[in-house]
């Protein structure tokens, strides 16, 4: 028999969720979305709690798995992590909305909101604006105004296909691009909060770095 991609094990106030380290991210998601309709009952009981342990979680990763977890249970539920690469700290978060997506182009003037993660299938145009209480991803072009943690989240980060935002900010830190022409080139980004700052790497390489 096969080794199993997702292990449940009970804990304290919940279940933590053993994810293998091996397998690719997208039959690990899968399985674990599979596992927690098996034990949806369990919840039912006042548990809240979930942990996820056994590989490396990048933040979009964390995206995908908080997303599974709200479209099953449906309830405000903890969500933590054990383990954690560079610059991604152990954090705990409380979701209480599923999110939102959002597929076109967003033009000059128009404005999407979310009270949880925000994911645009699409271009951001400048003039156009996103504002999330949690993280924000945009699968194309973000030129437009975003803001991620707007309820003072630390912990949110923005992801793009192409980073190059008209002004970008996670909480109550702002940055913007510096002046210049704009790279040709499209490559994944992630910026994110550290030491009071936000920085903005590569993902691609980042996963990498979470890999070693």
């Avoid at 969720?17 to 397998?23: E, K």
């Avoid at 009981?45 to 490396?56: C, P, V």
């Avoid at 908080?66 to 560079?86: F, H």
Wanted: charged share 25%; aromatic share 4%.
């Amino acid at each position: 028999m096969g080794k199993e991609a997702v292990t449940l094990k009970g804990i304290k106030d919940g279940i933590m969720v053993i994810l293998d380290s091996d397998m690719p991210f997208g039959q690990v998601c899968e399985q674990t979305a599979k596992k927690l309709c098996e034990v949806i009952d369990f919840f039912k009981d006042g548990s809240s709690r979930i942990l996820f342990s056994g590989r490396i979680i990048g933040a979009m990763e964390r995206i995908s798995l908080e997303q599974a977890v709200m479209d099953i249970l449906q309830r405000d539920v903890t969500v933590e992590y054990q383990t954690d690469g560079p610059g991604l700290p152990v954090r705990q978060a409380v979701k209480g909305d599923p999110g939102k997506f959002h597929r076109g182009t967003l033009r000059s003037g128009q404005s999407v909101k979310s009270s949880g993660n925000l994911v645009v299938i699409g271009d951001v145009n400048p003039g156009a604006e996103l504002i999330a209480v949690g993280n924000v991803v945009v699968m194309g072009c973000l030129r437009g105004i975003v803001h991620a943690g707007c309820n003072g989240d630390k912990n949110a980060i923005v992801a793009a296909v192409k980073m190059a935002p008209t002004q970008l900010r996670i909480a109550d830190i702002i940055t913007r691009p510096p002046d210049g022409e704009e790279d040709a080139q499209w490559v994944p980004e992630i910026a994110y909060i550290k030491d009071g700052n936000i920085y903005i790497d590569d993902y691609l390489s980042r996963n990498n770095l979470l890999k070693n």
